[in-house]
Structure formats: C-alpha cells, structure tokens
C-alpha cells in the first residue's frame, strides 16, 4: 500500500497525481474500516481527503503550521504526518487521539476540539511569525458550519487586518453536524452556484482576497489553488466545495447520522451495540413535544447539536417553528433564551456539558443578571461519558453553580426529571439548570414531588445517624450502595438526596449535627469549587467532619471511566472503607 510508504509529508510530494489519487482511495478505505469498529468522525474526514493530501504536497508542514477546526477532519492529516500506523493496525488504534494533538507530532499545533477557533488560532500563528521575523505560510482550516460560531466571524473579521500571509480553507461540505443555519449560509450557496463570481462575498466583505475551487474533491483543483495561494503575502480565503462523507455512499446520503458513528457494520451502517434502553435525550424530546402540542410558547433551542438530545430531522420538522437551531454558537443560544423568557416564552435550551463553556458570560450577563426564567438542560453532564481531553463533562457544576441568581437542579430518577423539567418550564422567579441524568431511565421509587419553588430543600430519603450520604444526581445510585455496605457493619447511615446543587439546605445541615459527626458529598464531576465544597464550607467552624468525592482538577484524557472513578475514589467499597475508618478513628 502506498500509505505504507508515508512517514511525512515529505513522502507525498514524490507522488504523481495518479499515485495520490491511489493514497486517497486507501486512505478513506482505512478511514471507513477504523471508524466502523472503533467509532469516531466518518462523513467530515471522508469528505476532507484530497484536500488534505494536496495541502501537505503544496505546503511543508510543519514549517508551513495547518491548523484544523474542530479536528473532525484531521485523521487524514494524522496519516499522511507519521501516523498511519494508528489507522492501518486495530491494535494501534488508540496510539492517537481523535483531535489535534500536539503531544503526537510536530505537525499539530493545538489540542482542539471545540469548534470555530481555527481561524483565531491560526491568526495568532501568523501574528507571531511575523513578531518573531520568521518566514512561512499559516493555513487555517475551517468547515461551512464552524463559521456560524462567534469565535470564527470575529477571527475572520480581524484577519484582514493582518496584512500579511494568512490563508483561510473554508471547506464548504453544506453541512454542519446536522444541517447549517443562519444568514450567511445563504451567501455560501451563492458562492458556489455562481462559481465563486457573484459580487455579494462575504469574505471579499471583510477585506479578504478570495479564490473558490468548485471542485472540491479533485486533487488536480486543489494543488492548482495551492500552489496559486502559497506565499501570498496577505489574507486570503481558499473556498472548496467538498462532499461529505465521500466514498461510502451510506454517509454521502444520510451526512448528518455519518457526522460521528459508534463501531458499525460497514455493509448495512447497522451499529454492532446497539443501545436499545429508553435514555433521558429520548425522554426530552418526546415530553417536550407532547408539551409543544398543548403550549405553542414553548420552544426547544439546540445550538448546532440537535442529535445529542434526540431531535431526530423527523422530530424536528414535527415541532416546526417551536424549534431553534441557532447553528454553532452557544452564546447566541443563551442570549436568545434570555430573550425569548423576557418575552413570555418558555424557552428550552439543551446543550452538552462541555459546549455550556463556550457561554459562560452569556449566562452570567445576559441570562443571570436579568433573572429571566429560561430553562437549561444540560446533557451529558458526568465522569462517565466523553472522555476525552477536550469533550470532558467534569466541570459544568464548579461552573454553573456559583452565577448568581440561576436554580441548577439534579434529578436522580426518570420522574424526578420530569417533574423537575415541567416545573422549570412554569417557574417565572429565576432561570433554571437541569443536569440531566446520564445513561438508561431509572423508575423513581419514592415519592416525588412537582413543585420545587421552595429553593434548596434537600430529601431526606433515609434518616439514620452517625454518617449522612449527600448523594447528588448521577451519583444518587453510589450512595445508596455507601449506605448498603455501611449498614452491613451496623453503621446505620442517613441518605440525601440533594435536589439543588446551586444552594445549600442550611437548616437540614444543621439539623443533622445533633447525632451524626461525619457527611459525606458525592458529585459526579469535578470536586474543586464544586457542590461538596459548599458543604464543606458551611460546616467549617463546626465539629462536623466532611468527605467530599468528586474527580480532582485535572484535563484527563482517554481514560477508563471505570478506571478513573477508582483512581478518585469513586467506588463503592473504598467509600464505604473512608466512612468506617473516620468513625472509628
């Protein structure tokens, strides 16, 4: 194979069209049999392949520094850089990370995998270059969807500024994960109908030279407006016109299920496990829309991601215009439910746990200071799911239960969700938070009630003494095996369940120092400015001893969820063993 033969970029400039044509053809035959029984991004690599090897045969990285939006599309990247051991051996496949990483090779510059920061990063390469009297072209390659982020239009704004070399690939596959939306998409589509001619531009509109290949996926058009646009001594968009998914015809016709696949059979696109228990993302979308047909205020907004929470384009089109997808930016999202609650509608904004980052000021300022009574639903939110450096869903509770003004709620059953969820979209006094639970429905088995207006009452689900169990959310399942394994060595422990995690039920906390001398929290995400500390916190002048369980600071990546939990002392028995041990020290 000819892929064999690359070990740098070097190797694929001494390759003759025909020959590279051949590499394209492995390399997404490579790229379609790893994901398939490793899972990862399909249809943006796939889509991504000629251009790719043409940059590395035009340009020479890593003197010339390819800066990769998002690193959907870098695998081919990876291949053609030293890497495609990792593509070509099933026992390799975890040498390389999914993302742009620079800890793998000279030719990654930044760990990313958030979207719509290629563009300010790579500006920033090309500013310092030129600070540092250096020499070299800086490519920042970006996807039609990413430029919806606020992030890429104020790096696109800026960049004209530069004055210097600065080349934007805008790689045009008319598709975000799902399909794009905003006004300038509508310009795009000009672009290519009128083959890059028409006087309406809105990169030309920034001050940007422009060059369009129409052609996206030809290598012959590709290394031709390379080589036009390499040493251009100032900024320039390169606009390609590529196919997503290219080359399995499954993903070329559903591009939106082919964005990210878990392992698949490559002859019929069937997942090999499928998860076939009824999950908290299937519940929303399906409450949601029965609440929709009795209440036309309500809406639901995703934030380019409508597939993390099951809006399905058949459940989508159901709900019609009582659905907002505001393309790739969360922080449009958030100001827009702001917007709409002040109005008098019933805004519902779901949202993973690692993208409710990108719009921490919204929520402060625009959102919190205003106390407007949107409702937030933050998905994903635990140790336990993505595990990779830049998707982790540890730090939604140190970052949203500290903004002022906002209820974050964890349910800990399917009922509680529920009745928490409608209770949030009626409540008019605060906006309110929901981490919703992660993994298959719990029935609840207890109890539960629908109004929660009386802010930060905890349950008290079993009342024992000695040690009480402050269970919060996903963990709620951990605590009650603490409280089995305590009441097999007589330590008849007391168990909360939390309910708020953005406020503190004083009079409960000190109502148990009456017979209990040590409380425990656990939280399932990062521990430091977290809701343990909150305990920890109240309780400091007093005699009451504290153990809080979360996950230390840390950017983790790639790790054994089952693993980590153990490295932090999230497991049963060794909490059940720190209980017994304070007590009887």
Known sequence: ????????????????????????????????????????????????????????????????????DVSHQSYPHKMLTGRAEAFLHADRYDDVSGYS??????????????????????????????????????????????????????????????????IIVVNDNQMSIAENHGGLYRNLEELRQSNGTCSNNLFRAMGLDYVYVGQGNDLAALIEAFRQVKDKEHPIVVHINTLKGKGYELAEQDKERWHWS???????????????????????????????????????????????????????????RQFVDVGIAEEHAVALASGIAKAGGKPVFGVCSSFIQRAYDQLSQDLCINDNPATLLVLWGSLST?????????????????????????????????????????????????????????????????????????????????????ALGNFFALGESVCRLLEAQGIHATLVNPRFISGVDTALLDSLQADHSVVVTLEDGALEGGFGEKIARHYGPSAMRTLC?????????????????????????????????????
Request: charged letters at 25%; proline letters at 6%; one cysteine or more.
């Open 549 to 585: 369980y979360g996950a230390k600071k840390e950017f983790a990546d790639r790790y054994d969820a089952q693993e980590f939990l153990a490295e932090n002392r999230l497991v049963d028995t060794l909490i059940a063993e720190d209980v017994a041990t304070l007590l009887h020290a």
């Open 101 to 166: 990483e620079p800890s793998e090779s000279e030719h990654d510059h930044f760990v990313i995998g958030h979207t719509s920061t290629s563009v300010s990063l790579a500006g920033g390469l090309a500013k310092g270059r030129d600070l540092m009297g250096e020499k070299g072209n800086v490519i920042a390659v970006i996807g039609d969807g990413s430029l919806s982020g606020g992030e890429a239009l104020e790096g696109l704004d800026w960049a004209a500024e530069l004055g210097t070399n600065f």
């Open 262 to 320: 878990a392992p698949f059979d490559i002859a019929t696109g069937e997942l090999r496990h499928p998860f076939t228990a009824e999950t908290y993302d299937e519940l929303t979308t399906s409450h949601l829309i029965e609440r929709m047909k009795q209440d036309p205020t309500l809406c639901a907004i995703t934030a380019g991601t409508p597939g993390i929470w099951n809006w399905t384009p058949e459940r989508r089109q159901e709900a019609g």
């Open 1 to 68: 194979m000819l892929i064999e033969q690359i070990q740098s970029p070097a190797d694929v400039k001494r390759l003759t069209l025909e020959e590279m044509k051949e590499l394209a053809v492995e390399i997404r035959t490579l790229l379609i049999e790893k994901v398939s029984r490793h899972g990862g991004h399909c249809g943006p690599n796939l889509g991504m392949v000629e251009a790719t090897i043409a940059m590395h045969y035009v340009f020479n990285s890593p003197e010339d520094k390819i800066v990769f």
């Open 386 to 470: 993505m595990t990779d450096v830049t998707h982790l869903c540890h730090f939604d509770i140190p970052l949203l239960c500290n903004i002022p003004n906002l209820v974050y709620l964890a349910p800990t059953n399917r009922e509680e969700y529920l009745a928490m969820l409608d209770w949030s979209i009626g409540y008019k006094e605060h906006p309110v938070a929901i981490r919703v639970p992660v993994g298959p429905t719990v029935p609840a088995t207890r109890p539960v009630p629908s109004d929660y207006s009386e802010l930060n009452k905890y349950e008290v689900v079993n009342r024992g003494k000695d040690v009480a169990l402050l």
